[in-house]
């Protein structure tokens, strides 16, 4: 620990005096004796003054060491106790404060946990009584967060100022498609509570169809809205539809109230819909149909022409003969070209059929309940894989398995069938097996070249065109030993991120991440970014796992994981986490310490890749971080090499932790988390230690505000005064 400036002070001042005291008594002894004996004493002092110096400094170091001790028991001691009672007012729930001090502050210390485990008590008892008087609010919430969840329509909220305050699952995985590095941000620097949708959208075209709507509640509309089409950054084709949020007050009385007011919107709801690829089949279409119309006209003109002279009587048979030609040359280049026209379109209608991630045992539940209805016949069920997910058109298998399931039944009078799906290598394997006569290879290539028809229902499509348009193949196998004979389908698989992504689509626990109706309060910043509160800004939580500690000597980021506070909530499914290949060897003395291996980078982006999407994750934030200087350190040495500068402001919780307590003993992140009781889970991997610091900062910032602290400017002044801030890299 190092001293307290209080201290050194004191003791310097006891040096002080007592070399005053003994050089006065000197003076004072030396006033009283004859020359002769001033003499003697001094020929006697002189050669000793050197253990009269020695024997000062041991008497003024035993009164050190006593006032230290005396100070650390009896005014740092009530301190840390201020401190600590200070850390109980603004923790949600009292911990043991394991006070160290006399009898009396320990006492002292017993009585106050005592009080705050009895305030925790009646906060408890308060919280159980809000949560049953608002249950009936919170069922209305919970059902708009399940519908906004398992919407399949890209859904985005947002305020007047831009800043999304509620998105659902479809939206997130819509972004990510339109993210410049989906396998790094993952859409995550695009969509988020807080983040502007000026990041993907023009503002001046949000602004029109804000105006536009605007009018139409100006003339009475009822349901105003606003629709247009826009290109992202991605390239990609988005349309977007807009209907504003009203307040009640103003909702109710739209219809009253003819001329309307700009205050009546509160913000505006966006539906996403890309239709890149729609545009692009319908862009080929119009080329198929222009160069069909064009061709068929000079060719419909060389038959005109071919027909008005074969019409004359004296044309001699050589010339009938040509002008015959020309017009079965040109009807059968027409002939070509409608064909062509025609398996284009087939291609096109195949091309439009939508894949989607679904579990492989919901697509088997779905066949064998088709089977079963329309065919008659018993269908079980066997090895399935629980975790096997699928990418497919479900709807379209379906009817391929039920028509071959229903020309097995009408042809060979097939009695009872089974659906078994398993893994094979990167693809899935699905088969319809049944007992019982086999076919030749010729009724299996008609089968599965005719159009499937359903009784009076029919479709163009074929099982081949089913099967080609999952990229799969399919064929018949037969096993005599049994007697048994299958339709074998190999089909593709979801990719692990799908079905990762499908999975959370399922999981409602995730939905009360997505939104914060608070921010509808927020309005356009009118102060710098310096003189904001410190709680309505944004955050960006970040830590770094390195290879070292000397950045400036070549040592480079192995890992970084971020997270971000919006609104004073820890948004823990907006998060930022990758690894990174340094582009060297990772000492193996620190692979202890943080657990990453050289093996576990190998193959993952450069840092040059990956900091320009954690850029984008952290724009418009304030950035947080523990020890901040040795995390922005790396990012400062990377600059030259991505043309990035972090000109974020930056907050360091150490630093602040110091200010809050400078009486305590130690500043580290495991230290203030016991301080504050918090959790401590994935200590040393970059996102859970950007966790731990987030829930440090929400511990401080009421403590800071207490103080006095209110706004970025004070609280980056105050951190500057601290000691540790002395502190380089």
């Given at each position: 620990m190092r001293l307290d400036r209080r201290l050194v002070q004191a003791i310097a001042v006891i040096g002080i005096?007592?070399?005053m005291w003994l050089l006065l008594t000197i003076v004072l002894i030396a006033s009283t004796l004859e020359p002769e004996q001033r003499e003697v004493i001094g020929e006697q002092l002189l050669p000793r003054l050197a253990l009269i110096g020695v024997t000062w400094v041991a008497g003024l170091f035993s009164i050190g060491a006593t006032l230290r001790w005396l100070f650390r028991r009896y005014a740092t001691a009530p301190a840390r106790l201020l401190e600590q009672t200070r850390v109980l007012l603004a923790a949600p729930k009292a911990a043991p404060m394991q006070h160290q001090?006399?009898?009396?502050?320990?006492?002292?210390?017993?009585?106050?946990?005592?009080?705050?485990?009895?305030?925790?008590?009646?906060?408890?008892?308060?919280?159980?009584?809000?949560?049953?008087?608002?249950?009936?609010i919170q069922q209305e919430k919970n059902r708009l967060a399940?519908?906004?969840?398992?919407?399949?329509?890209?859904?985005?909220?947002?305020?007047?100022?831009?800043?999304?305050?509620?998105?659902?699952?479809?939206?997130?995985?819509?972004?990510?498609?339109?993210?410049?590095?989906?396998?790094?941000?993952?859409?995550?620097?695009?969509?988020?509570?807080?983040?502007?949708?000026?990041?993907?959208?023009?503002?001046?075209?949000?602004?029109?169809?804000?105006?536009?709507?605007?009018?139409?509640?100006g003339r009475g509309a009822g349901s105003p809205s606003a629709q247009f089409v826009t290109t992202t950054q991605a390239g990609q084709?988005?349309?977007?539809?807009?209907?504003?949020?009203?307040?009640?007050?103003?909702?109710?009385?739209?219809?009253?109230?003819?001329?309307?007011?700009?205050?009546?919107?509160?913000?505006?709801?966006?539906?996403?819909?890309?239709?890149?690829?729609?545009?692009?089949?319908e862009h080929l279409r119009d080329q198929l149909l222009h160069g069909l119309t064009e061709g068929s006209r000079s060719a419909l003109a060389s038959i005109q022409a071919a027909a008005d002279m074969l019409g004359y009587p004296d044309l001699d048979a050589e010339m009938r003969e040509r002008f015959l030609t020309v017009i079965r040359e040109e009807v059968a280049r027409m002939g070509t070209r409608i064909s062509d026209m025609t398996q284009k379109a087939a291609e096109g209608l195949k091309a439009r059929w939508p894949l989607e991630e679904m579990l492989g045992a919901d697509v088997l539940l779905a066949v064998q309940r088709r089977i079963e209805v329309r065919s008659k016949r018993d269908v079980s069920l066997e090895n399935i894989d629980p975790g096997l997910w699928l990418k497919v058109d479900s709807f379209s298998l379906t009817q391929a398995l039920d028509y071959l399931a229903m020309r097995l039944v009408d042809e060979f009078g097939i009695k009872f069938f089974r659906l078994r799906l398993q893994a094979a290598g990167n693809r899935a394997q699905l088969d319809l097996i049944w007992t019982g006569q086999a076919m030749?290879?010729?009724?299996?290539?008609?089968?599965?070249?005719?159009?499937?028809?359903?009784?009076?229902?029919?479709?163009?499509?074929?099982?081949?065109?089913?099967?080609?348009?999952?990229g799969g193949e399919m064929w018949f196998e037969r096993e005599r030993v049994r007697h048994e004979a299958m339709f074998r389908f190999l089909l593709p698989l979801a990719s692990m991120q799908e079905q990762?992504?499908?999975?959370?689509?399922?999981?409602?626990?995730?939905?009360?991440?997505?939104?914060?109706?608070?921010?509808?309060?927020?309005?356009?910043?009118?102060?710098a970014l310096e003189d904001r509160l410190l709680s309505e800004l944004a955050y960006t939580v970040f830590d770094t796992e390195t290879t070292g500690l000397r950045p400036s000597e070549g040592d480079q980021i192995i890992q970084i994981g971020a997270t971000r506070i919006v609104n004073g909530r820890l948004l823990r499914q907006e998060s930022f986490e990758q690894l990174v290949?340094?582009?060297?060897?990772?000492?193996?003395?620190?692979?202890?310490?943080h657990g990453i291996t050289q093996e576990m980078v190998m193959g993952k982006p450069p840092i040059t890749e990956v900091l320009p999407a954690f850029y984008r994750f952290a724009q418009d934030t304030v950035l947080v971080a523990h020890n901040a200087a040795f995390d922005m350190k790396f990012l400062q040495v990377q600059e030259p090499h991505t043309g990035l500068v972090f000109s974020h402001p930056v907050l360091d919780t150490l630093l602040l932790s110091a200010v809050v307590h400078p009486n305590q003993e130690s500043h580290r992140l495991e230290a203030i988390a016991e301080r504050f009781n918090i959790t401590v889970l994935g200590r040393?991997?970059?996102?859970?230690?950007?966790?731990?610091t987030a829930e440090v900062w929400l511990r401080l910032l009421p403590l800071l505000q207490a103080m006095g602290i209110t706004t970025l400017r004070q609280a980056r002044e105050a951190a500057q005064k601290t000691y540790y801030a002395r502190l380089s890299y």
């Open positions: 005096a007592t070399v001090g006399t009898t009396e502050t320990q006492a002292l210390a017993e009585a106050i946990f005592q009080l705050a485990s009895q305030r925790d008590s009646l906060r408890e008892d308060m919280a159980l009584q809000i949560g049953q008087a608002s249950a009936s399940a519908l906004m969840s398992e919407l399949t329509q890209s859904v985005v909220v947002c305020n007047l100022d831009g800043r999304i305050i509620l998105y659902n699952n479809r939206a997130r995985l819509q972004f990510k498609a339109l993210s410049q590095s989906p396998g790094l941000a993952g859409g995550a620097e695009l969509v988020g509570i807080g983040r502007s949708i000026y990041a993907v959208f023009d503002r001046q075209l949000v602004a029109h169809a804000l105006e536009s709507i605007q009018q139409r509640i084709l988005l349309k977007v539809q807009m209907a504003p949020v009203r307040n009640a007050d103003a909702a109710g009385n739209a219809a009253g109230n003819a001329a309307g007011s700009a205050t009546e919107i509160t913000g505006f709801v966006l539906m996403l819909d890309n239709v890149t690829r729609a545009f692009e089949e030749s290879t010729e009724t299996v290539m008609s089968w599965e070249m005719d159009s499937m028809r359903f009784g009076a229902e029919s479709t163009p499509l074929t099982v081949r065109d089913v099967v080609e348009r999952h990762i992504e499908a999975a959370q689509i399922l999981q409602n626990e995730s939905r009360p991440e997505y939104y914060d109706f608070d921010l509808f309060q927020s309005t356009s910043e009118s102060n290949n340094p582009g060297r060897l990772i000492p193996a003395v620190t692979i202890p310490i040393h991997t970059a996102l859970g230690d950007a966790f731990v």
